[in-house]
């Protein structure tokens, strides 16, 4: 067999290095490609004007506790009361929850008519005081005080925000 020349083993030499070179900056690349991926998919929910959510973009939730049942954040969510929907679809519809903000002058209109106080009592990380939402059921919508101590007003059947199993009620 021919021994290489010079040339040849020169070339091999350079591509060798060049592919050393790619090989020690690939996980940097890649880390940086799936960190710009992570960022493209957390876009900030944009709400039209007028219109407020109910809890924060950012929050870290581990339990939503209402009155009669609570849902505990697991791997899927967890629930104490059988519902129509899964315990996941649930805590996402009050997590993503977003209505009209009601002025102060109109809360004070609805202020005599309002019955039946509720309150959903949301825990985050153990270092943070958990969240107390107040919410009532008109006959027309959801009056619901958020994270910021502002009143929506949400459009949706009860079935919507409390989808319980028909036989368990």
């Given at each position: 067999m021919a021994k290489p020349s010079r040339r040849t083993f020169n070339n091999?030499?350079?591509?060798?290095?060049?592919f050393f070179f790619m090989m020690m900056h690939l996980p940097d690349y890649i880390r940086?490609?799936?960190a710009e991926g992570e960022q493209s998919q957390h876009v900030e929910q944009v709400l039209p004007e007028g219109v407020i959510a109910l809890m924060p973009d950012d929050v870290s939730v581990l339990s939503l506790k209402f009155p009669t049942f609570t849902l505990t954040n697991g791997t899927p969510w967890q629930?104490?009361?059988?519902?129509?929907?899964?315990?996941t679809e649930l805590a996402n519809r009050w997590l993503n929850l977003s209505g009209t903000e009601i002025d102060?002058?109109?809360?004070?209109?609805?202020k005599p008519s309002l019955r039946s106080?509720?309150?959903?009592?949301?825990?985050?990380d153990q270092h943070m005081e958990p969240l107390r939402?107040?919410?009532?059921?008109l006959p027309q919508f959801w009056l619901i005080q958020n994270w910021e101590n502002r009143w929506l007003a949400v459009s949706v059947d009860q079935h919507y925000l409390f989808p319980f199993d028909s036989q368990n009620q």
């Amino acid at each position: 067999m021919a021994k290489p020349s010079r040339r040849t083993f020169n070339n091999f030499l350079i591509i060798g290095i060049l592919f050393f070179f790619m090989m020690m900056h690939l996980p940097d690349y890649i880390r940086t490609k799936l960190a710009e991926g992570e960022q493209s998919q957390h876009v900030e929910q944009v709400l039209p004007e007028g219109v407020i959510a109910l809890m924060p973009d950012d929050v870290s939730v581990l339990s939503l506790k209402f009155p009669t049942f609570t849902l505990t954040n697991g791997t899927p969510w967890q629930t104490d009361k059988r519902l129509d929907v899964s315990a996941t679809e649930l805590a996402n519809r009050w997590l993503n929850l977003s209505g009209t903000e009601i002025d102060t002058e109109t809360y004070n209109k609805l202020k005599p008519s309002l019955r039946s106080l509720a309150t959903l009592v949301v825990d985050r990380d153990q270092h943070m005081e958990p969240l107390r939402l107040t919410y009532y059921q008109l006959p027309q919508f959801w009056l619901i005080q958020n994270w910021e101590n502002r009143w929506l007003a949400v459009s949706v059947d009860q079935h919507y925000l409390f989808p319980f199993d028909s036989q368990n009620q």
